[in-house]
């Protein structure tokens, strides 16, 4: 299995507040990537970074930051949590290399905002 | 428009019998990759299977095998011998362009897969 570790696993929280949320790789892949899980989406996009200090939005990215100063470690902020972020949350990373390039997932950060 | 299309919200099958789990994809690039993800009801992503644009054979994994049409732009998962294991949710998504934008993925809303005794 690949060594990716997201705390916390839960957390609950109330409207206004600050949340980060913490993926760690021990894999040293280049790619890493939030996003979120809500019923009917699939997955979407929150940001993705293909380095260190290298970041870029998704496809839902408005109320969300990131930042990655180490290979291993991808931080996601969300500056003033609304209930409408209340979801699922996995981080990826991917090699960026090789004919597939699958990325591999965290076990998911369940996030609810009251 | 949806990139990604699994028109199957659900589906239950019997043990033993082989499952098609439909998806249909949209795109203009002529280098794409397909993938399929298994989501068990633990909650973890799972990777199953990859069929690459330019692969000339279907790709298969064991008891997974990825029927690719590519003339109708469709990359159905095809489960042979089904097992009481197999329900969880199951994702198509797809990799497109180039660059950056390359390590991406465009995912469906996925299928859950029932399985009966």
């Known amino acids: 299995d690949a060594g990716i570790t997201q705390s916390p696993r839960h957390k609950v929280t109330e409207t206004g507040t600050p949340v980060t949320l913490r993926c760690h790789q021990t894999e040293n892949h280049r790619y890493m990537y939030w996003y979120r899980q809500d019923p009917g989406h699939g997955l979407r996009l929150i940001h993705y970074s293909y380095g260190v200090k290298d970041t870029d939005k998704g496809e839902v990215s408005d109320g969300y930051s990131v930042s990655r100063s180490k290979t291993e470690d991808f931080l996601l902020t969300l500056e003033s949590a609304t209930s409408s972020q209340t979801s699922v949350y996995f981080c990826?990373?991917?090699?960026?290399?090789?004919?597939?390039?699958?990325?591999?997932f965290g076990p998911g950060t369940r996030l609810t905002v009251l | 428009a949806q990139k990604i299309t699994q028109t199957q919200p659900g589906m239950f099958v019997q043990e033993k019998e082989a499952v098609t789990l439909d998806c249909t994809y949209d795109?203009?690039?002529?280098?794409?990759?397909l993938f399929w993800y298994k989501q068990p009801s633990s909650g973890e992503m799972i990777f199953l299977i990859y069929?690459?644009?330019?692969d000339e054979q279907n790709a298969t994994e064991g008891r997974y095998s990825l029927n690719f049409q590519k003339a109708r732009k469709s990359a159905n998962l095809v489960i042979s011998a089904s097992q009481l294991g197999d329900s969880a949710m199951y994702f198509c998504?797809?990799?497109?362009?180039?660059?950056?934008?390359?390590?991406?993925?465009?995912w469906g809303a996925g299928t859950k897969l029932i399985i009966k005794p």
């Open positions: 990826a990373i991917s090699a960026g290399t090789g004919s597939y390039n699958e990325q591999f």
């Open positions: 795109t203009s690039d002529q280098s794409y990759g």
């Open positions: 998504a797809m990799r497109e362009g180039v660059g950056r934008s390359n390590y991406q993925l465009i």
């Open positions: 069929q690459g644009s330019y």
